[in-house]
């Protein structure tokens, strides 16, 4: 090893030293540390319900899954926020066939998102979707597990953008 490849090596790790000790400095924190995790323990929730659709199966199982999901990440009962959350849902014709045969749709399933602090005021509220699309089959059956495929995809997408948003509030409440 030449004394310039030493040298390079030397600026390497003085530079990553010099660049760890100014981000500890400026109260830099990981966002998965301890504390914002502790605090998410507080979040309770509450009302999943869905409106404004036609109730097929898959639109039927969207709160629960969504419930589910939900108490999953944030076991507390009674905690000092709730999470709210209204679902609704669009279908719309993607792609149609020759004989003007709908064969292909998309599902989007839009969450209206609020968290309340114990005093009832109003935390994080935020509109979140999840566009996800599906396709007709051949029998009625197929297509009917097709859309409720969709559904679960969305619900399933949306439980993670709820659980990150939640959790990047928090972590700021803690900073």
């Known amino acids: 090893m030449c004394i310039r490849d030493r040298h390079n090596n030397m600026k390497k790790t003085l530079l990553t030293l010099g660049l760890c000790l100014t981000a500890s400095a400026c109260s830099y924190a990981p966002m998965y540390q301890e504390s914002s995790l502790k605090s998410m323990e507080n979040v309770t929730v509450g009302d999943v319900q869905i409106r404004d659709v036609k109730m097929n199966v898959g639109s039927r199982r969207m709160p629960q899954r969504l419930s589910q999901k939900l108490n999953s990440a944030f076991p507390a009962s009674g905690g000092d926020y709730t999470l709210n959350v209204s679902l609704s849902e669009t279908t719309k014709a993607l792609a ?3 004989t003007a045969a709908d064969e292909r749709y ?11 602090g114990a005093d ?13 699309a599906y396709n007709v089959q051949t029998t009625g059956f197929a297509t009917d597990s097709e859309e409720e ?3 679960d995809r969305a619900i399933d997408r949306l439980a993670e953008d709820i659980i990150q948003q939640v ?5 700021a409440m803690d900073l």
């Open 106 to 116: 998309q599902l989007q399933v839009v969450a209206h998102v609020k968290m309340l």
């Open 149 to 151: 495929a969709a559904h």
């Open 96 to 98: 149609t066939s020759r």
């Open 120 to 132: 009832g005021k109003e935390v994080l509220k935020t509109r979140l979707s999840q566009l996800v």
């Open 167 to 171: 959790h990047y509030k928090m972590y």
